[in-house]
């Protein structure tokens, strides 16, 4: 391994993507909301193992970054927010686990991406307009 574990590589998104894939084919896809059990990691692994044969290094920079997903999202915000939103958080999440700094002992800072969950999704929506003032502007000054 030549990587340091305090900061581990950023990945491709995809990469992170056949992990999750995997997991929602074999019928194990809530692991953001339940957590990861010995069957989901053994399942990731071994799908690892098949895409990655011949780069053992990106395989386990995947898979720990996948396990950290995983466990970020026990943070109670965040499984609030995977509970509001649904499936369409998961692309965000995954692209963001992908690439967000990650130290392997402690985990992915759930409050960072908490953040960076909430800047994906404000750019896409659209800005609502001003609601229109009750009083009159000189009633406003005078108070």
Do not use: C
């Not at 305090?6 to 992990?19: F, N």
């Not at 958080?89 to 995954?94: Q, R, S, V």
């Amino acid at each position: 391994m030549n990587w340091d574990l305090t900061d581990v590589p950023a990945i491709t998104p995809t990469d992170l993507a056949a992990a999750m894939q995997a997991l929602i084919a074999g019928g194990r896809g809530l692991v953001l909301l339940r957590g990861l059990e010995d069957a989901d990691l053994d399942t990731v692994q071994a799908e690892l193992k098949r895409r990655f044969h011949g780069d053992p290094q990106t395989a386990l920079a995947v898979f720990v970054r996948f396990r950290h997903l995983a466990e970020v999202f026990s943070a109670r915000r965040l499984k609030d927010l995977m509970l509001d939103r649904g499936y369409a958080l998961i692309a965000p999440a995954i692209a963001i686990a992908a690439s967000l700094r990650l130290n392997a002992h402690r985990g992915f800072s759930p409050q960072k991406f908490l953040l960076a969950l909430q800047e994906t999704m404000t750019d896409n929506v659209v800005p609502i307009a001003p609601r229109e003032r009750t009083l009159p502007e000189s009633e406003l000054l005078a108070a």
